[in-house]
């Protein structure tokens, strides 16, 4: 099948080997998608590992001054972090406008401690614009600062495990150089990103009520199908699938046209 400019939705798959650019110790990608699957189907009030949030009807939407090079450095770091891999673009470009700073940290500072827990409103996820960071963890009988996990670097991004859940941060992170960091609270991030799930999942389960196929789901049956789709856009003449290939995805066009072919001849049109 060929696409012309559509998109389509589709289940996401999780993978526990990618990378995390993070690496905060306890991060499980499989585990912190059933938290936010279970937050998201209690629609406008949420609980996430336990904590649970009421939507506000104002919140204060902080903003710095950002370039095009750091808005697409903060926008690709949170691509790279589980709990915002499924936003929309426009979305994420809300969120990266969110983040304040850049703070400035000289060398030996320490920007966040292991053990210590974040406010609602005090700095809780920092992606480095320049300068280097290296994280610590404290083993029992090992002496402080800890052992060195890993150094963050331009574009990385540390202290995630914040923004999901109240709980004390699980390593020390302390400037190896002159640095500066960008930043967000959990306050911003809670209502960018919850209110970010529950329109894309309004929107959804709209559009699935449209579906002939899915004509018998319920609602509640409907909604967790909207939970579990993102979007994914095709070029003009590019294969969606291919025949031979094992299927493990459902595809659905939301907009444009696709052409299924068997040998280069033409045999199914597909619309919206």
């Known amino acids: 099948e060929v696409a012309e400019g559509l998109r389509r939705w589709s289940a996401p798959r999780i993978d526990s ?7 905060e110790e306890g991060f499980d990608p499989v585990t ?8 998201r189907r209690r629609g406008r009030r949420w609980c996430v590992c336990g904590e649970q949030w009421e939507d506000a009807q104002e919140w204060l939407h902080h903003q710095s001054a950002k370039g095009p090079q750091q808005t697409e450095r903060i926008h690709t770091a949170c691509r790279k972090l589980f ?20 703070l400035r940290v000289r060398s030996g500072d320490v920007v966040m401690r292991q053990g210590q827990y974040v406010p609602m409103d005090e700095p809780a996820l920092y992606i480095v614009e320049s300068g280097s960071l290296m ?7 090992s002496p402080y600062p800890g052992t060195h996990l890993r150094t963050f670097g331009v574009g990385h991004a540390f202290g995630e495990l914040s923004i999901l859940h109240d709980a004390p941060r699980p390593m020390t992170v302390m400037a190896q150089t002159d640095s500066l960091l960008w930043w967000i609270d959990r ?17 959804r389960e709209a559009f699935l009520q449209k579906v002939t196929i899915l004509a018998t789901l319920t609602l509640d049956e ?18 969606i699938i ?14 444009g046209y696709a ?11 597909y619309g919206p």
């Open 17 to 23: 080997d990618v990378e995390d650019d993070s690496g």
């Open 32 to 39: 912190m998608a059933h938290h936010l699957a279970l937050a």
């Open 83 to 102: 709990m915002f891999t499924l936003m929309p673009t426009e979305d994420l470009n809300i969120l990266a406008n969110a983040f304040r700073g850049p």
């Open 135 to 141: 994280g610590f963890k404290i083993f029992p009988g």
């Open 187 to 203: 306050e911003s991030a809670d209502h960018v990103v919850k209110e970010s799930f529950s329109i894309m999942r309004d929107r």
């Open 222 to 239: 409907r909604i967790i199908v909207a939970e579990s789709m993102y979007t994914r856009t095709y070029e003009k003449n590019e294969a």
């Open 242 to 255: 291919r025949k031979g290939d094992q299927g493990d995805e459902f595809f659905i066009l939301e907009e």
């Open 259 to 269: 052409t299924a072919s068997i040998d280069g001849n033409p045999v199914k049109e």
